[in-house]
């Protein structure tokens, strides 16, 4: 089971997801239509480069946009979730252990105890965003069932790798749904609602070319005010 | 059943359904029409399979429904928070509901779509800057106009708009000749105070070729003739087109961009013929943004780019300011508190809110700035064609309330606003709330301090 889990159907769910993102991400260039979106994306082409790198950049920074500086408490929730969700998959010891042992190659890595905090930082912002998607009436009225499946899919691998970590209980059953969950997760990160995790850069590169080509990027003075 | 004679898809071309649909009081008979107006699926779904592409689908997949869009709409405050006036909310209830259903809607579902693309959106574009995805709301809606006015759910004063750009390319029923006539008539009416005055009509290779809003020519001819002084004081050699004269688009508001495209193509033709070395357009914001911004894609131009290049009356008026072509009279300078209003189209959707700033800084001695102000300033209310809707007039309204608030915390009494629906806007607010506020365009303030050169001053007798 462990090796099937962590050989074909690892393989199969790495290919599934770097694939996806490939033929989603190659999809929506081709789709972007410069007489339907209104946007010379040839003509005066560097202006648009341009401010699509201020586009991305300026989000990817707590607070540095207005739309984060209005809303503090979810930049916090957002930023820790994201955060944490990567760092504590990506820099984790054991991940890089099984890249170490099994293509040769690893990347930096964090203390496990960090790595744990990242987890339950990962969980618990989670589950204010659940309890805000809940509470607040303007969140509430655009969720659908499906955003709540969305986010137990998406944390469920940070969950059962925690309980495995500590060896709550069954170590082989807690590490076992681990795999599965984390596999499960990147199958379907290129078909719904996360692929916003690669489509995010595409989107936003595309309004920062619209903004930067055609809507007044070529007269603004310090570009965007995002 | 019987047939629908003025609700139907088919846009406006004639005089003779355009004076049908004038005479219909209020669109009354319109809009009972409308109930029974079937919805073409096929077409609707070939109209997605065409126009709806990688962009769009992409935005209406990857919101996250976050809810941070909520507090950016004007609409959404204005309405004490109600959650159906959260900018995703209005875009996945309606567009997003017809792209799942691949055009499977009915008449009820268009009707409603109507109301929310119309009557609660004026495509200002504020919440695409508060969308951590950068989801362009006002785009999607713009777009949703599209597929209600392909179908025929489109306000009555939307669908008399684009047929009266259709048949007079211009928004209202003035013909080429009302428009030159009324340039002669307002050189007689001036003359005795601006003995110089001129407007010259079709003089080819000008500096300027300057062109206005519809409402100008028939409702308010002294702005023509303001603007004619102000050019004369600046020396500018400058010229109106006969034909081509009209900067704006109802076309683009309600959806028609077939006649936004052949409105655009007469001010280009106008170009073309006359071979001006730039183009000035009035104190308007749509008319900027769909002739200079949106205009060449729907003529197809590839470059993006108006044939010649084009300034918004306020770039003029800053590059008249700096050069010195205008000098203002530094004891006439506004002395009272005075703040300015951002118009969506030509500082959020055309990067000139710097302009409106270096303009203040010449005739204002104590500007007060609206929080937020440039590129985050919230809508005056009216902007995407609502101010023209009558139907939708309560929501206009109360929609208004955050532009309010926003000029009372000012302290301002006087609001400069160079463009034409804002000032509307802004007249109806005061109308509405009786804030105790003046409004104004830029060129009668400008009249009454520029410093006027001796050869067009009157001579006295």
């Not at chain 2, 900027?288 to 044939?307: D, F, H, M």
């Not at chain 2, 985050?376 to 929501?395: T, W």
Request: with cysteine; aromatic share 12%.
């Amino acid at each position: 089971m462990y090796n099937f889990l962590t050989g074909p159907l690892a393989w199969i769910s790495f290919l599934i997801f770097f694939i996806g993102i490939l033929i989603r991400s190659s999809l929506y260039i081709k789709g972007l239509d410069s007489n339907i979106d209104r946007v010379t994306y040839r003509v005066n082409t560097s202006f648009g480069i341009k401010e699509a790198v201020r586009s991305i950049f300026f989000w990817l920074v707590p607070f540095l946009t207005s739309g984060w500086r209005t809303q503090p408490v979810m930049t916090i929730l957002f930023f820790v979730f994201h955060i944490s969700l990567l760092a504590s998959t990506l820099f984790l010891k054991a991940h890089n252990m099984i890249l170490q042992e099994r293509w040769g190659f690893s990347i930096i890595t964090i203390p496990d105890v960090v790595s744990d905090y990242l987890a339950i930082a990962v969980i618990v912002s989670a589950i204010i965003l659940i309890i805000r998607r809940i509470k607040l009436p303007q969140v509430k009225i655009l969720t659908k069932p499906s955003d709540y499946l969305i986010i137990v899919i998406s944390i469920a691998p940070f969950l059962t790798g925690f309980l495995a970590f500590h060896q709550f209980g069954n170590y082989t059953f807690w590490m076992l749904t681990h795999i599965i969950s984390g596999e499960l997760l990147l199958i379907i990160i290129p078909f719904t609602k996360l692929s916003h995790s690669f489509l995010f850069f595409l989107a936003r590169a595309q309004l920062g070319m619209d903004y930067g080509i055609k809507r007044g990027g070529m007269k603004r003075q310090k570009g965007m005010v995002w | 059943m019987t047939k629908n004679i003025l609700c139907t898809s088919d846009p406006v071309n004639d005089k003779e359904t355009l004076d049908v649909l004038l005479r219909d009081k209020r669109g009354q008979q319109y809009y009972d029409e409308m109930k029974r107006l079937e919805v073409d699926t096929a077409a609707l779904q070939k109209r997605l399979k065409d126009t709806c592409k990688s962009r769009i689908r992409t935005w209406l997949e990857i919101c996250t429904h976050c809810g941070m869009c909520a507090d950016a709409c004007a609409f959404y405050l204005s309405n004490d928070k109600d959650p159906k006036q959260v900018p995703s909310y209005k875009i996945q209830s309606t567009l997003g509901e017809i792209v799942k259903k691949k055009g499977n809607v009915n008449n009820a579902f268009m009707r409603n779509a109507m109301y929310v693309a119309w009557g609660q959106c004026t495509c200002c574009n504020r919440c695409t800057l508060y969308c951590p995805f950068g989801i362009d709301m006002g785009v999607l809606m713009s777009y949703l106009r599209g597929l209600l006015f392909s179908q025929g759910f489109v306000p009555w004063e939307m669908k008399i708009g684009s047929g009266m750009h259709r048949i007079f390319r211009a928004q209202m029923d003035v013909t080429v000749e009302d428009w030159v006539d009324t340039c002669e008539w307002m050189i007689e009416e001036w003359e005795d105070e601006w003995p110089d005055l001129k407007i010259p009509v079709d003089k080819k290779n000008a500096d300027i070729m300057y062109t206005v809003n519809a409402r100008e020519a028939k409702h308010y001819p002294d702005d023509i003739a303001e603007a004619a002084v102000l050019f004369g004081i600046a020396g500018e050699n400058w010229t109106v087109p006969s034909e081509g004269w009209e900067e704006t688009s109802l076309a683009m508001f309600a959806g028609d961009w077939e006649g936004a495209r052949l409105q655009v193509k007469s001010v280009y033709d106008a170009m073309d013929r006359l071979k001006p070395k730039r183009m000035v357009v009035t104190e308007c914001g749509h008319a900027y943004r769909a002739t200079v911004i949106e205009g060449p894609y729907w003529a197809g131009l590839k470059s993006g780019k108006t044939p010649v290049e084009t300034l918004h009356y306020v770039e003029w008026v800053a590059e008249a300011l700096r050069s010195g072509r205008l000098k203002i009279d530094p004891a006439k300078k506004i002395k009272e508190p005075v703040t300015y209003h951002d118009s969506c189209n030509y500082i959020r959707n055309g990067g000139l809110s710097h302009i409106g700033r270096e303009i203040m800084s010449y005739i204002a001695e104590d500007f007060r700035e609206m929080t937020p102000n440039g590129d985050h300033n919230f809508c005056c209310g009216g902007g995407g064609g609502l101010n023209g809707i009558g139907r939708y007039r309560k929501e206009r309204n109360i929609g208004q309330k955050v532009k309010r608030d926003q000029i009372l915390a000012t302290g301002a009494k006087l609001v400069i606003t160079p463009c034409h629906n804002c000032w509307d806007a802004i007249r109806d607010l005061e109308e509405t709330y009786k804030i105790g506020i003046r409004w104004s365009f830029l060129k009668p303030l400008l009249l009454d301090m520029v410093i006027v050169p001796e050869h067009m001053k009157p001579k006295e007798e």
